[in-house]
């Protein structure tokens, strides 16, 4: 598989390759550089980390194939797929993950970057995909007592999801639920207020 990925990347063997921390689906996500210093970020599973997330790196490279060209969206540039291990290697994009909790510049940011990816995503380019059945309207439209009732539910999904044993493959998903429910918690106490 990683002359493959070297193949789909370009630029000779694959030097470097750093794991990704952060995630919480199982296999690999790394940001790979070749010796002729071509990026990339691969993510890559088996039906031996988790059943499910081959097929779900599949969709999820179907769609990115289907986005239009933005500087706030990843270039899908090939795939790999033996039947068992599918690999989904992407243009690398500079950044790093948000702090938890979000900064107010990191908030700002990805407002900004999510309204550009609207701007250029609408009319929907994906087939089959609905934007709107994930998300109705934005933040800002939303009457303050919805909004304080939905991250209810939100906190108390994270606690309770974090308190169960990790699924198969996905060892890390209940600390990112458990982190995520001690910053949607203290959204909610600060809105309680």
């Known amino acids: 598989m990683r002359h493959a990925v070297a193949q789909i990347v370009g630029g000779g063997p694959i030097v470097s390759a750093v794991s ?17 210093g071509r990026r990339a970020f691969v993510k890559a599973a088996s039906p031996a980390q988790n059943e499910h997330t081959p097929g779900i790196h599949r969709t999820e ?3 990115v194939a289907g986005l239009p060209a933005s500087p706030h969206l990843p270039r899908l540039l090939g795939t790999y797929d033996d039947g068992e291990w599918v690999a989904a290697v ?3 994009i500079e950044g790093a993950p948000p702090a938890i909790p979000w900064r107010v510049r990191e908030i700002e940011a990805t407002a900004a ?3 550009a990816i609207a701007e250029c995503c609408t ?3 994906v087939p089959g995909l609905r ?5 109705g309207r934005y933040l800002a439209e ?9 991250l209810a539910g939100l906190s108390g999904y994270f606690v309770d999801a974090a308190r169960n044993p990790p699924p198969r493959g996905l060892p890390t998903v209940r600390a990112f639920q458990a982190a995520h429910g001690v910053s949607t918690l203290r959204w909610l106490r600060r809105r309680l207020r």
């Open 142 to 150: 939303v009457e303050p007592d919805r909004l304080t009732a939905a």
């Open 113 to 115: 970057a999510l309204t």
């Open 131 to 135: 934007p709107e059945d994930v998300v």
């Open 90 to 92: 992407y243009a690398d």
């Open 20 to 36: 990704q921390p952060g995630g919480f689906s199982p296999g690999t996500a790394d940001r790979l550089r070749t010796a002729e």
């Open 61 to 63: 490279a179907r769609v």
């Open 123 to 125: 009319p929907n380019p």
